[in-house]
């Protein structure tokens, strides 16, 4: 397993320290002399990366904790109340899981209500596009949270707010952290939804290297692509290495309890 990641990796890497020349072979040998560093530079003025950058941050970030924030009060409810309407509302939270989103209306839409092209546009839609893998995720961490807990909070006299703050969020730090890293991974390497409903008024980092590769740009500086998507992946490789202790936990804490 390790070899078959392994792989990818290497390649990825040793091609963008390359030249051009070099790097047409698409070859696995190291290069004589490393060009890592000035192809980086290259792309980072060349491909207007750091607009595409922010782009990337202005989205992602705002879009990921509205459809935590938001998925994981509306799990609680949804974990707690045994009822057939919430259990229908539950399989209807879900299941933008396996229906695709409606791109060509989502457009008329935003067009419709001015936030075409618009970041805030984008947002709306990534948060209803993963907010059913949030619900999905902390729902059924949820119900193996004793009810008992809460019950003794509203003994004491808590409202439903300070149970949710002070007690269930709390205990759903892993299985955010999870939630959290898969919806950053989808966001951040998006460039399907992001090509249609921003319509170049807007660059995010993989639609800007799509949009610079189409262009010609990059035409066979297979060097220089590569080179961009390490940079890209970089934030993708901290945030993951800083939390990984608690993506494993959130993963297996369900199966454990």
């Known amino acids: 397993m390790i070899i078959f990641l392994a792989i990818p990796f290497w390649l990825l890497i040793i091609t963008a320290g ?12 190291v290069t004589k002399q490393w060009h890592l560093l000035e192809n980086f530079l290259t792309v980072i003025r060349d491909g207007k990366m750091l607009a595409a950058f922010f782009g990337s941050i202005i989205v992602t970030l705002p879009s990921v904790f509205i459809a935590i924030f938001v998925g994981s009060m ?3 409810v949804l974990a707690r109340r045994a009822t057939k309407p ?15 989103p409606a791109v060509v209306t989502v457009m008329m839409l935003l067009k419709m209500i001015g936030l075409s ?13 993963y907010l059913s ?18 019950e003794s909070m509203r ?55 799509y949009n610079v ?14 080179a961009y998507i390490v940079l890209m992946s970089l934030p993708l490789l901290i945030v993951f290495g800083i939390a990984q202790r608690k993506i494993i936990s959130g993963i297996t804490g369900g199966a454990v309890k």
């Not at 919806?183 to 951040?188: A, T």
């Not at 590769?213 to 692509?225: D, F, R, V």
Request: include cysteine.
């Open 155 to 209: 003994v004491d006299g808590a409202s439903p707010i300070r149970i949710f703050f002070m007690l269930i969020l709390p205990l759903l730090a892993p299985t955010i952290a999870t939630a959290t890293i898969l919806l950053i991974l989808y966001i951040w390497n998006d460039v399907f939804y992001a090509l249609f409903i921003l319509s170049g008024k807007m660059s995010t980092l993989p639609l800007n290297l």
């Open 86 to 100: 919430v259990a229908a509302l539950y399989v209807v939270g879900i299941s933008g899981l396996i229906l695709p």
């Open 133 to 150: 893998t949030v619900i999905f995720f902390v729902t059924g961490f949820i119900r193996t949270i004793p009810t008992a807990l809460e």
């Open 18 to 29: 390359k030249t051009q020349s070099e790097a047409l072979k698409l070859s696995m040998s």
């Open 117 to 129: 092209g618009t970041a805030v546009g984008m947002i709306c839609v990534y948060v209803g596009i």
């Open 213 to 226: 590769a189409s262009a010609g740009l990059y035409l066979n500086n297979w060097h220089l692509i590569f």
């Open 74 to 76: 509306a799990s609680w």
